[in-house]
C-alpha cells in the first residue's frame, strides 16, 4: 500500500470548514484512499473513502486531485465534537477472501476552538 | 447488532507474565487485524489474517503471537518476549472488496 503523509496538526474554528490535506504521490490506479478518525483513544472511526471522483457523505467531501497524488477532507461545518485525530490512508481493494496490509500514519491532530 | 468486540478493556499484568487479548467479530468478515498504539502516537500493525488457520507479520510482530481458528475470533497473545508491552491494542476486520474497516474499541494494557 502508498506512503501517506499528513501535516501533524490544525486547528479551526468552530463552525468554519476544516480542510486536512493528504499527500499520497505514489499511489497506485487500483488504491482507494480512506479517512478515518479517532477520538480520545477510541477505535478509529469510518469518514469516507473514494477512488478517482470527488465524493460526500453526510459527515465529510472528499477531493481528490486529478492526478490522485493528493487529497483533501472537507469538514464543512466543523463542531467541538470534531477534535480529534485524522487518518488517511490509501489500500487496494483486494478480492474476497484476500486481505490487503493496512498501514497508518501519524494522522493530523485537529484542534477546533470557540 | 453486528461489531467487534474487545476484551477486556483493561487490564494489569506483571512483568514476564503472558497476556491474551481477545477480539471477536460477528459481520462475517474474512480478514482481521490487531494494532498497537502508543500515547500520542498512530497505529502501527502487529499482525493479520485473511482467512482461517492463516496470519501474516506486519511491521511490530516480535513479542506477539496469534491464531485464527474460527472466522469470527482472532485473539492476540503479548508473551513475555515483549520488551514493552504497555500500551492501547485495536482490532479491526473487513471484507474483500472496498468495503470500510471496522474497528473494535480497543483494549488498555498496562505491565508493571
Known amino acids: 500500500d502508498a506512503k501517506t503523509t499528513q501535516p501533524p496538526s490544525m486547528d479551526c474554528a468552530e463552525g468554519r470548514a476544516a480542510n486536512l490535506p493528504c499527500n499520497h504521490s505514489t499511489i497506485s490506479g487500483n488504491e482507494y484512499v480512506y479517512w478515518y478518525r479517532q477520538i480520545h483513544s477510541q477505535g478509529p472511526q469510518y469518514i469516507i473513502h473514494g477512488l478517482k471522483n470527488n465524493e460526500t457523505n453526510e459527515m465529510a467531501s472528499l477531493i481528490i486531485t486529478e492526478d490522485r497524488k493528493s487529497s483533501t477532507l472537507i469538514l464543512p461545518h466543523a463542531t467541538l465534537r470534531d477534535t480529534a485525530v485524522y487518518y488517511c490512508i490509501v489500500r487496494v481493494a483486494p478480492q474476497t477472501g484476500t486481505a490487503s496490509k493496512l498501514t497508518f500514519g501519524t494522522g493530523t491532530r485537529l484542534q477546533v476552538t470557540l | 447488532d453486528g461489531g467487534i468486540t474487545q476484551s477486556p478493556k483493561y487490564l494489569f499484568r506483571k512483568e514476564g507474565q503472558n497476556v491474551t487479548l481477545s477480539c471477536e467479530q460477528n459481520l462475517n468478515h474474512d480478514a482481521m487485524y490487531w494494532y498497537r498504539q502508543d500515547p500520542g502516537q498512530g497505529l502501527r500493525l502487529i499482525y493479520y489474517?485473511?482467512?482461517?488457520?492463516?496470519?501474516q507479520k506486519g511491521d511490530i510482530a516480535e513479542g506477539y503471537s496469534v491464531s485464527r481458528e474460527k472466522k469470527e475470533s482472532f485473539p492476540l497473545t503479548v508473551t513475555s518476549a515483549q520488551k514493552n508491552p504497555t500500551a492501547f491494542y485495536l482490532c479491526a476486520s473487513t471484507t474483500g472488496g472496498r468495503n470500510t474497516i471496522y474497528f473494535g474499541e480497543g483494549s488498555w494494557l498496562t505491565v508493571v
Open positions: 489474517s485473511q482467512i482461517v488457520n492463516d496470519f
